[in-house]
């Protein structure tokens, strides 16, 4: 069965520290698509990153970073110089490919705030 | 390009009483949910729909129904309503198997 597990419910921090997010998967698909989101305080959802199965390269979009590791099953989001801005909930989730549907299974976020 | 639109923004109903969330897309996506938000507790899939004409139940769908008569329109129903229901609801849409979602803003449901 598909799982996604957030274990860091909320995390605090100052600004201009780095913190990492941690999210831990399960999946029986080879084949398979992993995605962060964020919910800012606003309330909508705002997508930040996809990455399949087959590409484990990590990848940096200015001040965030993810790390895919498919040997441990997990896909951390570490944000560096973290800003007030930052401050949201995060969500990890997974789709596997096989059932063709794009169903999402969200795991239940880690709340970040980052004080000035 | 407007995108996920969902409507009401809010709602309180009463006990017992029906409503319809609305949502509707205009990128010609064929893939569509509703995800319901509790606090704690993420999003559960409660609804889906592969294309027009077409509807599966998700994780948690009793007290709902969906239909698709349109590629746009993904309307959600919930009859007979119950405090269980208070949440915030998400509608989505995606164009392909695993390129992520487009949500819609939410509607924040109240049942007293």
């Known amino acids: 069965a598909q799982k996604v597990t957030q274990a860091q419910t909320e995390i605090s921090v100052v600004e201009k520290e780095d913190v990492t997010l941690d999210c831990v998967y399960e999946?029986?698909?080879?084949?398979?698509?992993l995605f962060w989101y964020k919910q800012p305080p606003s309330g909508e959802l705002v997508f930040l990153i996809r990455r399949n199965s087959f590409d484990e390269q990590n990848e940096i979009s200015g001040r965030y970073s993810w790390n895919f590791q498919k040997s441990t099953s997990s896909f951390n989001f570490t944000i560096t110089a973290s800003q007030v801005v930052d401050s949201a909930v995060y969500f990890c989730?997974?789709?596997?490919?096989?059932?063709?549907?794009?169903?999402?299974?969200f795991g239940t976020g880690t709340r970040l705030q980052v004080f000035p | 390009n407007a995108g996920v639109t969902q409507t009401p923004k809010f709602r309180i109903l009463k006990i017992g009483q029906s409503m319809t969330l609305q949502c509707t897309q205009d990128m010609n996506h064929n893939y569509m949910y509703w995800y319901r938000q509790d606090p704690g507790m993420g999003l559960k899939l409660i609804y889906y729909s592969v294309g027009a004409g077409i509807t599966d139940k998700g994780e948690v769908p009793n007290g709902y129904n969906v239909s698709r008569s349109t590629t746009e329109d993904f309307p959600l129903r919930l009859e007979l309503a119950a405090p269980s229901q208070t949440s915030v609801y998400f509608c989505?849409?995606?164009?392909?198997?695993?390129?992520?979602?487009?949500f819609g803003s939410g509607t924040r449901l109240t049942v007293v």
């Open positions: 999946t029986r698909d080879t084949t398979y698509y």
């Open positions: 989505a849409s995606s164009f392909l198997a695993g390129y992520g979602y487009t």
């Open positions: 989730a997974l789709s596997e490919a096989r059932s063709n549907t794009d169903k999402l299974i």
